[in-house]
């Protein structure tokens, strides 16, 4: 009985696979058409036959013979019919997937000869698509996704699938009621070809209402909402203009105490400081996405593990409708028992003993057991030292460590630490790649990792910083690649390159009417090669592959206004040592002209030249760099009258500048388009000769204002920090503190007009501001340095204020998000909030009396025009001499600003 149940049951599955495969017998006419008389065969004692022919019917495009073949079947063999060779023969014509129906029939039986008819239906063939109810960046979208293309053979699989990614594809952007229907319609023009009508209706987007959570205790709903990265409940408030009300209210004071409280903001600090109810997430999305919402539950399951609850487990989810276009989820959450760190044992290790491994570890007994922190501190620690830096940093490039749970007791779980040590290897050989345009020696006296040293990882990590400043190549792409050889107890490090172009352009023009032509050009070529200035098989245009830097500029405005500048830079004077060597010159001419007959009434030429020599220090870190340069600038007035020169007191004369100036800075910035972490520190003085200490007293009673700025007398101070730290995801802090003050050697000796601060807008320069070498400094949210303070000049009447300040601060916070950062171009956009003031004299300075402001902003960089940006600001104070606050403004700025 059991025997014969199994024989059917084997019978049905076999005639249910096959369900469009026939095989039987008749005969048929000479139009292929099947005669009415039948040949009786018995399935349960199958005849042998000689195969003496095999036609085959119903194709259109196909070649029959080739399909005979693939049949297996061949006329003088010996078969049995019905057997599993004529099964076999109809599978493999079925599996080829190009034939819809196949039926196998004899047709006539002469002296125990069969003549076998193969009666087949030919799938057609995709000719066109067409895609409606979506606009056309979609349908080249999908059209891109779809595994369809023309002559592929449509079957029901083709079909489903197509429909599926088409859904997907809308599912993807938060349309989950898609619905897609295809028809299929044949091509009146190509034999056994089709036409695909694929209709979409998108409907509207479902978004996620609200997410709950079931069995939850210890955290939050909240809390565990805010592990979701990617899947997120809709937002309950008007970001803007919440946020907007928070800042405006906010005193800088307090602002600036909670920003500085603590060496890394995080997302708990923000929402501490601007309000639990507050999303600080606002580029997060409410669509759902179904493969985000898995990912998201495991992160969910992970920080639980995090807080000690090593067996939290989601136990079931639900996701239903809220209404037509909306979904709510619900989980249900098994948190279990809460777990410690019991006793942490080490076995293996020979090179450190267990106190300074447990030091590095930084994890004591009873506290939140976490898997995934003593990954952290073992592997890779963001924020410190970490066992494998211990060992890897002193050539332990095999060394290998794994934590083992060997008891749980109550809430303890006791965790031993398997070492292996290895031996330690030593660096074989530098492999560069990639780099088409930079010189190898260019790379190579940046790379810390030397050939002969033991293996480094914090150099490693190092060197990839120093390739990514040099900014000749794509930061996201320098790639790091370690070829350890075991054999021998060494290893070859590769760096991969991919060139980015550095070199920029700047090209303006146009007609300014009564000025005449007015334009600019600009070139800079930040990896010039000088010593292949005659090779001009080196030029890619110009000879490149060195490093050094090469900037021309020239601006016009007809007879009004010339300049004209060169500077360049040898980054390793020698090639030895990371010593730079800068010279420059400019040269600036501005005429007064007779509006009528456009005669010259008067003239200004300045004339500058420079050099400086730039080390990197050891100490106290090799972060540090120092410079010193010296500059001598000679103005030359002949008749001249404009704004600037006004506050000097004389338009015919001379005015030298001969400074020197010595600046030590710290930098560690990741990268310099779009730093993550790190900080950069910069003291700047600039000292011109003390000649107020050479002189009597008495000269400045009665000395004439040629007299008084023939040399130019002050010092300088520039103090400059920046902050930025990674929060989360792809989102940036950043914070910036600017400082100056200029003053003289002696108390009677005046500051005169030079170098002054001038504050407000986007901090760009026209030509009255260089006329006595203003320092620009940006202030968003209000007017192009209209943040000065109304000083008067010893020699001047009061219409004649000085126009700039003394002393000043600044203080900037910014939050910075990437929107892509290709090798063509990185944009990012800033909401920022910044404050800062311009002080007649040292004694009205005060750190917490300033203009604030609020806005966002975005920046383009491209590597033939440099950083490019746009910001809205909104000025909440009212300047001097105004009666309403500064309201919205609209600044734009070129290239990178200091300050």
């Known amino acids: 009985m059991r025997l014969l149940t199994f024989t059917l049951l084997l019978t049905l599955i076999y005639q249910n696979s096959f369900g469009q495969i ?137 079909i489903k699938n197509a429909e599926l990614t088409v859904k997907d594809y809308f599912v993807d952007k938060g349309y989950l009621n898609t619905t897609v229907l295809i028809e299929q319609k044949k091509d009146t023009i190509i034999t056994n070809g089709v036409l695909l009508n694929i209709q979409v209706d998108k409907k509207s987007k479902v978004r996620i209402d609200r997410i709950t959570f079931e069995g939850n205790t210890d955290l939050t709903d909240d809390k565990l909402r805010s592990k979701f990265k990617k899947t997120n409940e809709k937002l309950r408030f008007n970001v803007f203009q919440d946020g907007f009300r928070i800042l405006k209210n906010a005193s800088f004071k307090s602002a600036w105490t909670f920003l500085t409280k603590s060496y890394v903001v995080t997302e708990e600090d923000l929402k501490n400081y601007l309000g639990e109810s507050v999303n600080v997430n606002f580029f997060k999305t409410s ?37 037509a276009n909306e979904i709510n989820i619900n989980i249900k959450i098994e948190e279990g028992n809460k777990y410690h760190f019991g006793n942490i044992a080490w076995s293996g290790n020979f090179v450190y003993d267990d106190e300074v491994l447990n030091k590095v570890l930084g994890i004591r007994k009873g506290d939140v057991y976490d898997m995934e922190l003593i990954q952290k501190k073992l592997t890779f620690n963001p924020n410190g030292q970490d066992i494998s830096s211990l060992y890897m940093d002193y050539g332990y490039l095999f060394f290998n460590v794994n934590p083992v749970e060997v008891r749980i007791h109550n809430d303890s779980i006791d965790v031993e630490m398997r070492v292996y040590e290895g031996d330690q290897a030593r660096i074989n050989k530098i492999i560069i790649t990639g780099n088409d345009r930079t010189n190898d020696h260019v790379i190579r006296r940046e790379i810390k990792t030397l050939p002969g040293q033991y293996f480094n990882r914090s150099l490693l990590i190092r060197t990839q910083r120093e390739l990514s400043q040099l900014g000749y190549f794509d930061a996201e792409q320098i790639g790091i690649n370690p070829v350890p050889n075991p054999a021998d107890g060494t290893v070859d ?24 032509f007015v334009g600019t050009v600009g070139l800079v070529f930040n990896n010039f090669s000088l010593r292949n200035i005659t090779n001009f098989k080196a030029w890619k245009p110009l000879p490149v592959g060195d490093g ?5 500029r020239v601006q016009a405005n007809g007879r009004i206004y010339q300049n004209y500048s060169l500077t360049f830079t040898e980054p390793w004077l020698g090639g030895k040592k990371p010593n730079s060597l800068t010279v420059g010159a400019n040269r600036s001419v501005i ?21 400086g020599l730039g080390k990197r220090l050891k100490w106290p870190d090799d972060y540090f760099t120092m410079s010193n340069s010296l500059s001598y600038t000679h103005y030359i007035f002949d008749g ?88 989360f995801g792809n989102l940036v802090f950043s914070a910036r503190a600017h400082f100056g003050f200029i003053g003289t050697y002696s108390s009677y000796a005046p500051t005169g007009p030079f170098d002054r601060f001038q504050m407000g807008g986007s901090g760009l320069s026209g030509a009255n501001n260089w006329i006595v070498g203003y320092d620009l400094i940006a202030l968003r949210g209000y007017e192009d340095n209209k943040v000065t303070p109304p000083g008067y000049g010893r020699f001047l009447p009061p219409e004649y204020g000085l126009n700039g300040g003394v002393a000043y601060d600044k203080f900037v916070f910014e939050l910075r998000y990437p929107l892509t950062m290709a090798a063509a171009s990185t944009i ?36 033939a025009f440099g950083l490019l940006g746009i910001d809205w600001g909104y ?25």
């Open 287 to 323: 669509k759902f996405k179904n493969d985000e919402y898995k990912e998201d539950k495991i992160k969910l399951v992970t920080y639980y593990n995090s807080k000690g609850y090593r067996d939290a487990r989601i136990i079931s989810d639900s996701i239903y409708d809220a209404d």
């Open 548 to 552: 050094q830097r090469l900037s021309l």
């Open 22 to 158: 026939k095989l039987g017998v008749g005969s048929y006419n000479d139009d292929k058409t099947q005669k009415e008389d039948k040949i009786a065969l018995s399935y349960a004692s199958p005849q042998e036959y000689e195969i003496a022919e095999i036609k085959v019917t119903g194709l259109e495009t196909i070649d029959k013979n080739a399909l005979i073949s693939l049949s297996g079947l061949k006329v003088g063999d010996k078969i049995r019919i019905p057997s599993q060779t004529t099964s076999s023969a109809i599978k493999k014509l079925w599996d080829r997937g190009i034939i819809g129906n196949v039926a196998l029939y004899i047709s006539k039986i002469e002296d125990n000869k069969a003549y076998l008819v193969l009666d087949l239906t030919e799938r057609p063939r995709l000719t066109r698509i067409f895609l409606k109810g979506i606009n056309k960046t979609q349908e080249s979208d999908i059209k891109e996704n779809l595994d369809l293309i023309k002559g592929k053979i449509v079957s029901d699989a083709v």
């Open 875 to 899: 000025g909440f104070d009212t300047l001097p001499g105004t009666n309403t606050p500064s309201g919205g403004q609209f600044h734009f700025s070129i290239g990178q600003q200091l300050r």
């Open 493 to 516: 490090i590769e760096y991969s390159l991919v060139e980015r172009p550095s070199d920029q352009v700047e090209l303006s023009g146009g007609w300014g009417g009564y000025y005449g």
């Open 828 to 863: 990012f956009v800033l909401a920022f909030a910044e404050a800062g003031n311009n002080f007649h004299t040292l004694s009205d300075f005060d750190p917490f009396d300033n203009y604030r402001s609020l806005g966002f902003g975005a920046r383009i960089f491209m590597p």
């Open 640 to 727: 001249f009258t404009s704004s600037g020169n006004s506050q000097i007191g004389f338009n015919t004369g001379t005015a030298r500048n001969l400074k020197y100036n010595l600046t030590i800075s710290r930098n560690s910035i990741d990268q310099p388009m779009f730093p993550r972490t790190g900080s950069s520190i910069s003291l700047s003085v600039d000292l011109t000769p003390p000649y107020s200490l050479f002189r009597d007293p008495s000269f400045y009673d009665d000395a004439s204002p040629e007299q008084l700025y023939g040399w130019v007398e002050y010092h300088k101070w520039m103090f400059d920090a920046k902050y930025y730290q990674k929060l």
């Open 591 to 611: 005429r007064n002209q007779n509006f009528y007959t456009q005669q010259d009434l008067g003239s200004m030429v300045m004339n500058t030249v420079s050099a």
